[in-house]
């Protein structure tokens, strides 16, 4: 039998009201959950490829929402933490080389857009700046 004291409550973020103006469609969802990160994904690209995308704006998005909470952080410093802490979370390390032949082709690399190199760049530039401090 349940304890009529303990009240589960999921906090969820509200619609945007442009949801509620103009419809849409919600292509993500997660949340926390006892510490664990569940997360819930629409199929909507036909090129996964564009989650990169949607993942820097949001990235981008969260920056803006701690850098106008604490003035002491810039943008383009959470911006590069978050960029340092996605690279460690997917294994994004340089590979050595070795003698031995590899087991499987390498995908080709994608071209990366001018947006795309300029925010590697401006993250590179802040974390330089950050490790002289």
């Known amino acids: 039998m349940s304890d ?12 945007p009201a442009e949801a509620l103006d103009k419809g849409g469609l919600e292509i993500l969802r997660a949340g926390l959950i006892d510490d664990e990160l569940y997360v819930e994904a629409r199929r909507v690209f036909k090129d996964h490829a ?8 949001i990235a981008r998005r969260i920056a803006a929402i ?3 909470e604490d003035a002491a952080l810039s943008e383009q410093d959470i911006i590069a933490d978050i960029i340092e802490a996605f690279a460690s979370e997917m294994d994004l390390t340089p590979v050595a080389t070795t003698s031995k032949p590899a087991k499987k082709q390498a995908r080709p690399v994608r071209k990366k857009s001018a947006s795309a190199k300029k925010a590697k760049k401006q993250a590179a530039k802040a974390t330089a700046k950050r490790r002289k401090r």
């Open 50 to 57: 564009v989650w990169g995308e949607v993942l820097g704006d």
């Open 66 to 68: 701690y850098s106008l």
């Open 4 to 15: 009529p004291g303990d009240r589960r409550i999921y906090e969820a973020l509200a619609l």
